[in-house]
């Protein structure tokens, strides 16, 4: 956040904001990321571009001397949207070879993930320049399907995107609410959590401490 908030002051002081960018600029991202709260609880998204608009909007009604021009512009979309490549993404223990298990069983993969104030693609892009596109074939973010997990709608598309069912499908996630509520509601063969956040008010159909050991439990479920 503090080198985000960087690079937008130095970028609208250049466009002649003024001194008060710099109280502007947490300011902006502030209620950017409100909008984005009080979309979610409709279990709705936005736009990558409707984040930046709500960063933009913001400068301009605190910084209304600001010039906006192409350079102005490129650093705010930086800022915003490509922080998920400033350091390499860390990788949770063990996923990788529960993928490449996965992957050799001949099943289908892919990323369904509601997104921070940075798009999904560019979340994509720093996680495909790990590897992980070695074994996902498709990224579903909240923020391009305007669905906000545990809404349907993201659930139905990565369905769609799939080409299956969801009786022949299983939601991996680290969240009651966000991934198992929904993708019991989405009607999913199984939901798995993972990891130690639980609920009691929602159960999953298999819980594990860690991700080592997903394809063995499927296996078990009778899910592979």
Same mark, same amino acid.
């Given at each position: ?25 947490? $300011? ?5 990321? %409100? ?12 736009s990558g571009q409707d984040r930046l608009n709500a960063v933009r909007q913001s400068m301009l009604?605190?910084? +209304? ?6 350079? $102005?512009?490129?650093? !705010? ?11 390499? +993404? ?16 001949? !099943?289908? =993969? ?6 921070? !104030? ?8 720093? !996680?495909?320049?790990?590897? =992980? ?16 997990? +545990? ?7 990565? =369905? ?13 996630? %680290?969240? +009651? ?6 993708a019991q509601s989405a009607g999913f063969a199984a939901a798995v959590l993972v990891g130690d956040?639980? %609920? ?7 819980? $594990? ?14 899910? =592979?």
């Amino acid at each position: 956040m503090r080198r985000r908030e960087r690079i937008l002051t130095e970028a609208y002081q250049r466009a002649a904001a003024g001194t008060g960018a710099a109280n502007a600029v947490p $300011l902006a991202i502030r209620s950017a990321i %409100d909008a984005l709260v009080l979309a979610h609880q409709s279990n709705v998204d936005l736009s990558g571009q409707d984040r930046l608009n709500a960063v933009r909007q913001s400068m301009l009604q605190q910084c +209304p001397n600001t010039v906006e021009n192409h350079q $102005l512009l490129r650093s !705010l979309e930086h800022a915003v949207c490509e922080s998920a490549s400033w350091e390499p +993404p860390d990788i949770i223990d063990g996923a990788e070879s529960e993928l490449s298990a996965l992957h050799a069983r001949g !099943l289908k =993969l892919a990323v369904v993930s509601n997104t921070g !104030l940075a798009p999904g693609r560019y979340v994509e892009r720093a !996680l495909c320049e790990r590897g =992980l596109d070695r074994w996902i074939e498709h990224w579903i973010w909240s923020d391009d399907i305007r669905s906000w997990k +545990p809404g349907r709608a993201i659930f139905a598309e990565t =369905l769609a995107r799939l080409n299956v069912n969801a009786i022949d499908t299983a939601f991996v996630g %680290d969240t +009651p609410e966000a991934d198992i509520l929904g993708a019991q509601s989405a009607g999913f063969a199984a939901a798995v959590l993972v990891g130690d956040k639980h %609920d009691a008010a929602i159960p999953p159909d298999i819980a $594990l401490p860690s991700i080592h050991g997903l394809s063995a439990a499927l296996a078990a479920a009778n899910l =592979l």
